[in-house]
């Protein structure tokens, strides 16, 4: 309510009042903050990133780990190997008998039946092909019917087929043979048993039946990470793109807006993207070492399924946009992709960036 000064005289307690020091203190504060605030929300730089969560994993197949099987059904008679024991490849890992412990005798005595009867068969024909040679000859001249020209053809007809039986009952015994000679389980790489699956020893198996798990050595692996984004912000990734690593166990302190002032992260690239998402959602972005970067943590350290965190960088807002961006749930900018579509060339300003992480081998 508006009052003259003259009114306030009359209630001196009134005028006497003053607002605490405290409180004009707390005033001007919260008026300089508030001001400071909007200078850097629309002054200060923020450079957007996608960030996503994953593994290490090697970038080669051959040197991922790989599953030892049983080729044959049986029992494991004797293992070769204990867990993390090192391994060239075709070293034996196990040896898986057959139920039958003569069955490779009847099988040889099998195979030499069916050779003799192939043996008795081409003889027989031979035979039937000279009669057959006979029969048209004495055909020709008038001496012999036709019936017994054609039942001289028959006899050779049945002789090959017989042979012809003969031989892929061979055939099969052979395949039988070569996959009981397959008993001795031999390791396919060179590696490290990481597992052996001790249920199977004196136990039943079946073919494909795993037995053992070989790992490849830690300083033989081309490593990658594996990192999930979220679809919003896949349409501004690009193969090339920018990445900033974070590997689990390394100490590091991460900024993402601000990576210049990060410290022990390490520098990535895209190298593919999953066209298409997983059942959860989300994209899987193959990300390798930047060329000319520093070196990525010795294997020792990091190795193969050590978890890992990514941040794929994007356009260089200022920091009252990304804040306004957040809130809002919205996706990246698109003009580094856009511009990234048109020229060719890496998204993320992979040429300017750089890493503050430094690892020896």
Do not use: C
């Not at 009669?131 to 053809?153: I, M, N, W, Y």
């Not at 061979?170 to 249920?199: C, F, K, M, T, Y």
């Not at 993207?273 to 943590?297: S, Y």
């Amino acid at each position: 309510m508006p009052h003259r000064p003259e009114h306030i005289e009359h209630f001196r307690t009134l005028a006497s009042l003053r607002p605490p020091r405290a409180g004009r203190a707390l005033a001007w504060l919260l008026a300089f903050g508030i001001a400071i605030a909007i200078v850097i929300m629309f002054t200060v730089p923020w450079v957007q990133t996608a960030p996503g969560n994953g593994q290490v994993v090697a970038l080669n197949p051959d040197q991922r780990a790989q599953d030892v099987t049983a080729f044959v059904p049986g029992r494991v008679e004797q293992w070769f190997v204990q867990d993390g024991q090192i391994v060239r490849k075709g070293d034996p890992i196990a040896r898986v008998v057959d139920l039958d412990p003569d069955l490779l005798s009847r099988l040889a005595a099998e195979r030499a039946q069916v050779q003799a009867e192939i043996a008795a068969t081409e003889q027989s024909r031979a035979v039937a092909q000279l009669d057959v040679t006979r029969s048209r000859q004495l055909f020709d001249e008038g001496l012999a019917a036709r019936r017994d020209f054609e039942l001289a053809q028959i006899k050779v007809a049945d002789a090959t087929a017989k042979l012809a039986e003969s031989r892929a009952k061979l055939n099969r015994i052979d395949v039988q043979l070569r996959r009981q000679s397959a008993q001795l389980v031999r390791a396919p790489i060179d590696g490290r048993i990481q597992r052996i699956n001790a249920e199977t020893g004196g136990a039943l198996v079946s073919a494909g039946t795993v037995l053992a798990t070989i790992a490849p050595q830690e300083d033989q692996v081309q490593r990658a990470a594996e990192i999930w984004l979220d679809g919003r912000d896949i349409p501004v990734v690009k193969p090339g793109s920018y990445v900033r690593l974070e590997f689990e166990g390394w100490p590091a302190i991460q900024f993402s807006g601000w990576p210049s002032i990060a410290q022990g992260l390490f520098d990535g690239r895209v190298r593919a993207i999953d066209p298409i998402a997983a059942p959860n959602g989300l994209f899987r972005v193959i990300v390798e070492p930047l060329p000319g970067a520093p070196t990525w943590p010795n294997p020792n350290f990091v190795r193969p399924g050590a978890k890992v965190r990514g941040w794929v960088r994007g356009e260089t807002v200022k920091v009252g946009y990304e804040l306004w961006r957040q809130l809002n749930d919205f996706p990246l900018e698109f003009g580094a992709a856009a511009r990234a579509a048109r020229t060719g060339e890496p998204s993320g300003g992979a040429a300017s960036g750089n890493s503050s992480a430094s690892a020896t081998k």
